[in-house]
């Protein structure tokens, strides 16, 4: 056996011993062993070899435990059982090494390609708001109490809104289409900037520039947009709203708005034009951990406007009971209770 043949086998051996090493101990819970530490103080290079087995397990962080990577460390395991089954002699010998070291390769792949198929996932505590700029130059900006998931592929570029209010600012690129999901619609858009406000009962799309389509929520595989859904596609042009429903089955409703109002909440305002109390105070309630609950329907459908600073609920509660015919009442847990003052006719 040449030289550089002998130390090509030993560094293959030892990256062999330290990828079935990391298998081993993941799949038995355990972050050391006396028999480890022993192989790992027999020479500094076992130790470079863990080093370079480990970094790439490390990345994966808590998805080593997800179930399709601990079947793919029990297959490891049942095709080289043990460490010391790699230092057979020959042409044996050899196979055992690429044996136990795709092993290794094997469940740290595994891992990867079910990590890189998750979605990453983005959110804002209570009043919080931040921006996030997406692997193609795209942004999104998260409102208070938001969540976002976003998952990219070659060919398209899918999000969906989770839960609060989000800004979309998207990187132009027809050949990857990107594409929002939030309660039961679905906007796509190319390269624009769009507002989307996801309440229990609606889902409030705004255009700021550029061109959407808004569809009946499609699933990924579907995109772009299928011929089933091209009639149902509601192109937006900038400055309008649409709004739907995601209870009733009731057709969308289209408006002009005014962009400065829908977009206020980036600088911790919240602007209401002539809008009904219940929507307003379930988007007040996102700023704070005092709850607000109304009472009855007709204080519900009473209509407010004004300007508000986010999280101000003490100054939103005072100007409600001001201006429109409610009363509140403090409970002995904080939750301040809206009921109307109208009497039943």
Partial sequence: MSGQQHSDDEAMRRLASAALWRVRLTEEGLESSATFEAWLAEDPA????????????????????????????????????????IAAPGRA???????????????????????????????????????????????????????????????????????????????????????????????????????????????????????????????????????????????????????????????????SVSLESVTAWESGRLIFNDEPLDAVVERVGRYSKQAILIADQRAAKLKISGVFNAGDVTTFVDTVSRYLPVHATSQPDGTIVLATTLETR
């Fill in 46 to 85: 076992n130790e470079a070899a863990w080093r370079q087995v480990s970094a790439p397990w490390d990345l994966l962080g808590e998805r080593a435990t997800n179930p399709e990577v601990v079947a793919a460390r029990r297959q490891a395991l049942a095709r080289a059982s043990a460490p010391a089954a």
């Fill in 93 to 255: 010998g050899r196979a055992y090494l690429w044996s136990g070291l795709a092993a290794g390769v094997a469940v740290i792949v595994a891992g990867a390609l079910w990590l890189f198929a998750q979605p990453s996932e983005y959110r804002t505590g209570l009043g919080e708001r931040r921006m996030v700029t997406l692997e193609d130059g795209s942004k999104v900006s998260l409102d208070s109490q938001t969540v976002v998931q976003v998952r990219y592929s070659t060919d398209a570029r899918h999000l969906k809104l989770m839960e609060g209010q989000a800004r979309f600012d998207v990187f132009h690129n027809t050949r990857r289409p990107f594409s929002v999901d939030a309660g039961d619609r679905t906007v796509i858009a190319t390269g624009t900037s769009f507002n989307i406000d996801l309440t229990q009962s609606t889902v409030v799309v705004t255009l700021i520039e550029g061109r959407v389509l808004v569809t009946p929520r499609a699933p990924v595989a579907s995109l772009p947009v299928a011929r089933k859904q091209e009639a149902l596609a509601v192109p937006l042009e900038a400055g309008q709203t649409l709004t739907t429903s995601i209870d009733e089955p009731m057709p969308p409703r289209i408006e």
